[in-house]
C-alpha cells in the first residue's frame, strides 16, 4: 500500500429490498466496490428499517428500528454505507431526530435497551462513489466510457429532502447524481421532473396516483431526450420500471425507456459484465440500447 494512501471501507447496510425485488441493486453495488476496491463488511443480523410503513403507523416504533440496526452497525468499522434511499432517509431522520429530541431519545433507549446511537456517519453511496472516492479517480477507474449515452438522473423525495436530514446536497437544485454521470462518459440531460414523486409505496394501495406520476416522469425524461433513467431507490425504479408496460398500455404511449440504478451505471463504465449488475433482471430491458450504443 502506498504511505498515506487511504482505504475506502465500510459497514453496510443492505435493508430488506436490496435482498428481495432489487437484488439486481445488490449486485450491482458489491461488484463496483470490489472493482473499485472499496471495502463493505454486512451490518450483522440487520432487519427492516420500518422504511415508509413504520413512521405512519408508530414513530417510536419508526425511530426504535432503525436506533437498534445504527447499534448493530457499531460492531463493523467505518461509516454505514447505505444504497436505499428509503432506508438512507430513515437512518438519517432517526439520527437527526434523536440528536434535536432528549424525550424522544430517552424512550428509544428504553425501547432498545442501549444508548442511541448517533455517531455512526450514514453515507449514500452516491456520497461514497463521489466524495470519499472522489470524482478524479472514478474517472480515471473507467474502462468503457458511456459516450453517446443520454441520462434522465432522477433524485426522487428523499435522497436531498428535507434539507437538514439527508444533508447529501442542494434540496432544489443537486448535481451529485450528474456529477458521477460525467465522470462516467454520459451526458446528463436537463429535464422537468427529476426531484418529482413516483408515488412511492402507493403502488399497492392507490395504484391510479402511481401511474398519473410516473407517467409524468417517463415523459419528461422522454421529451428531454433521455435514452434512459437512472435512480437510487428501490421504490422509484420499481414504479418506473415494474410498472412502465402498464403506464404505456394505460396512457397509450410507448417509451421502452430502461431504468438503470447508478451502481448499474457504474459497474458498466468500470467494464463489469451484465450479469455481475443484475441487467437481466430489469424488465425493460436495457440490452438493446446498451448493443446500440456499443456499450454491451
Known amino acids: ?75 463493523v468499522k467505518g461509516d454505514l454505507a447505505v444504497a436505499c434511499a428509503a432506508c438512507f432517509s430513515r437512518l438519517k431522520t432517526t439520527q437527526h431526530h434523536l440528536r434535536h429530541n432528549d424525550i424522544q431519545r430517552k424512550q428509544v433507549e428504553k425501547a432498545i435497551a442501549a444508548p442511541a446511537p448517533m455517531e455512526k456517519k450514514v453515507k449514500h453511496l452516491l456520497e461514497i462513489l463521489a466524495r470519499d472516492f472522489g470524482l478524479d479517480k472514478l474517472e480515471q477507474a473507467v474502462t468503457k466510457p458511456l459516450n453517446g449515452l443520454k441520462v434522465a438522473c432522477y433524485y426522487g423525495c428523499l435522497l436531498t429532502r428535507p434539507p437538514e436530514v439527508p444533508e447529501l446536497d442542494d434540496c432544489e437544485a443537486p448535481s451529485i447524481m450528474e456529477n458521477v454521470l460525467a465522470a462516467l462518459g454520459a451526458e446528463p440531460v436537463s429535464w422537468s421532473h427529476r426531484l418529482e414523486c413516483c408515488g412511492a ?12 406520476l410516473s407517467n409524468a416522469i417517463l415523459a419528461s425524461a422522454k421529451a428531454a431526450g433521455a435514452d434512459c433513467v437512472m435512480v437510487a431507490c428501490p421504490l422509484c425504479h420499481g414504479n418506473l420500471d415494474i410498472r412502465q408496460q402498464e403506464i404505456e398500455e394505460g396512457y397509450k404511449v410507448q417509451y421502452g425507456m430502461p431504468v438503470f440504478y447508478i451502481t448499474q451505471m457504474v459497474g458498466l463504465a468500470v467494464g463489469l459484465s451484465s450479469s455481475r449488475l443484475g441487467l437481466e433482471s430489469m424488465m425493460v430491458s436495457p440490452l438493446p440500447l446498451l448493443k446500440e450504443k456499443k456499450l454491451l
Not at 201 to 212: A, C, E, I, K, M
Request: with cysteine; net charge negative; glycine share 6%.
Open 1 to 75: 500500500m502506498t504511505p498515506g494512501k487511504k482505504i475506502l471501507s465500510y459497514a453496510y447496510y443492505p435493508g430488506c429490498s436490496l435482498h428481495a425485488s432489487a437484488k439486481e441493486y445488490d449486485i450491482s453495488t458489491r461488484g463496483v466496490c470490489k472493482a473499485l476496491k472499496i471495502g463493505l463488511e454486512e451490518v450483522p443480523d440487520w432487519f427492516c428499517c420500518g422504511a415508509t410503513p413504520a413512521h405512519n403507523v408508530d414513530e417510536l416504533l419508526s425511530l426504535s428500528l432503525c436506533a437498534k440496526n445504527l447499534s448493530l452497525a457499531e460492531e
Open 201 to 212: 409505496n402507493f403502488t399497492l394501495s392507490r395504484p391510479g396516483v402511481v401511474l398519473q
